[in-house]
């Protein structure tokens, strides 16, 4: 094919020294998410055609509105708690990321979570079988919970209360990691599933109470900085880019990548010392304040990427100061008046509906 005949995606593919895989149907569930966005963007650049399928519960299609300029890329709003639509194309892979994320959205209705995470996966199911479609599903490092192991590994089974305000998401994760692989066994679908850590980077939303973007956020608006508890407590944040490409690679890995695959960078650091660093970076007044710690907060957490790292040869690339660097810019980008204020506790109002997506 001569250059002229490539497309964008393509050509931007050879450029960045990748291979280019024959195009797929792909289809993305909570695609217009924070991660989903990033991932289709991704996709699209790899001239993949991508159906991108989000109810836009804590997602906006203004998180993939660039992609729309592609005849290869739909946007559907469809709840995953209904089957997907007959008349959506037939896919050749799928990956399941709906399902809402941070602790403030999860909380806020955690019965449709815990619902979400088993009949989502269900139907996603479902539909892999009927298509012949291999499954990428987003897990968590919420899986192994206040972890009493440390690093994590796979093999590591958790430590989760089955009943606190934390387990509609931590249990439904777990069940459908169930579902998923005895679904796999029964029926030969071919499941891939990644545990991610604490991910971030631009578009992640301003009003979900994660701890990168309330720390940024404060820091840019001269608030306090809250930090739950002493802030002793660690986690290992992991820049999106890294992550999906960690994505990419387990949907494409063979039948001896089986099981659970963390995704996440191993580099640990407190939460007090996230503060100190985003208001160092930020040149920020703000001053760090404490709030009470959540309930079941998990006291540590950082992966270990040994089977990630040997089986798809990937390692995370962007150090912690790069992608706050660049999160932080696209924050300070942002409309941060107080429609857009940030919540540090659950209750969050609903997202507006799109105009843009199509309805099925
Ligand atoms: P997000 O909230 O930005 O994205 C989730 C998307 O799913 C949103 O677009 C939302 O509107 C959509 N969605 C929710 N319920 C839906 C439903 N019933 N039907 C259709 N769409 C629905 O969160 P994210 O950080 O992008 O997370 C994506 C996935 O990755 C989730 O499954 C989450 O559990 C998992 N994960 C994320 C992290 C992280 O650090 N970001 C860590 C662990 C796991
Ligand atoms: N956290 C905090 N201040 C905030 C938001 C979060 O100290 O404003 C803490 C939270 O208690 C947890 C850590 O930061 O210990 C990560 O929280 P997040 O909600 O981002 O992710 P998760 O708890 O799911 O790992």
């Not at 919970?145 to 994590?152: A, F, K, M």
Request: hydrophobic letters at 35%; glycine letters at 8%.
């Amino acid at each position: 094919m001569s250059a002229r005949h490539k497309t964008t995606g393509q050509v931007r593919e050879e450029r960045a020294g990748r291979r280019i895989a024959a195009p797929k149907s792909i289809c993305v569930t909570g695609g217009a998410g924070f991660l989903g966005s990033h991932l289709c963007a991704r996709l699209i650049g790899e001239g993949h055609r991508v159906t991108c399928i989000d109810n836009f519960h804590t997602g906006r299609p203004a998180n993939v509105a660039a992609l729309a300029r592609s005849n290869r890329f739909e946007l559907v709003e469809h709840d995953v708690l209904d089957a997907l639509p007959d008349q959506l194309p037939s896919f050749d892979e799928i990956y399941n990321l709906a399902c809402p994320a941070s602790p403030v959205h999860y909380q806020s209705d955690p019965v449709r979570t815990a619902l979400i995470c088993a009949e989502g996966a269900a139907n996603v199911l479902y539909r892999a079988d009927r298509d012949g479609a291999r499954v990428m599903h987003a897990s968590t490092s919420e899986v192994y919970g206040d972890p009493e192991v440390h690093p994590q590994r796979e093999d590591y089974c958790g430590n989760v209360n089955t009943v606190g305000p934390r387990s509609c998401y931590d249990e439904g994760k777990r069940f459908a990691e169930t579902l998923i692989t005895d679904f796999a066994r029964q029926t030969g679908v071919v499941v891939k599933i990644v545990r991610i850590f604490n991910t971030y980077g631009p578009r992640m939303q301003p009003d979900d109470g994660r701890v990168v973007s309330n720390f940024i956020l404060q820091a840019l608006r001269g608030e306090d900085i809250t930090v739950y508890g002493e802030g002793q407590q660690t986690r290992s944040f992991c820049y999106v880019d890294d992550l999906i490409e960690g994505f990419v690679r387990l949907m494409a890995s063979g039948p001896e990548v089986e099981g659970p695959v963390n995704i996440g960078n191993p580099a640990e650091i407190s939460v007090g010392e996230l503060a100190r660093i985003v208001i160092e970076m930020t040149g920020s007044t703000s001053r760090i304040v404490h709030k009470p710690l959540p309930v079941d907060d998990p006291r540590r957490r950082r992966p270990d990427i040994t089977r990630a790292s040997s089986l798809l040869g990937w390692m995370p690339r962007v150090p912690l100061a790069e992608g706050l660097a660049k999160t932080i810019r696209y924050f300070a980008r942002l409309d941060t008046s107080p429609s857009a204020s940030i919540q540090s506790q659950p209750g969050v109002a609903p997202v507006p509906r799109s105009q843009a997506a199509v309805s099925i």
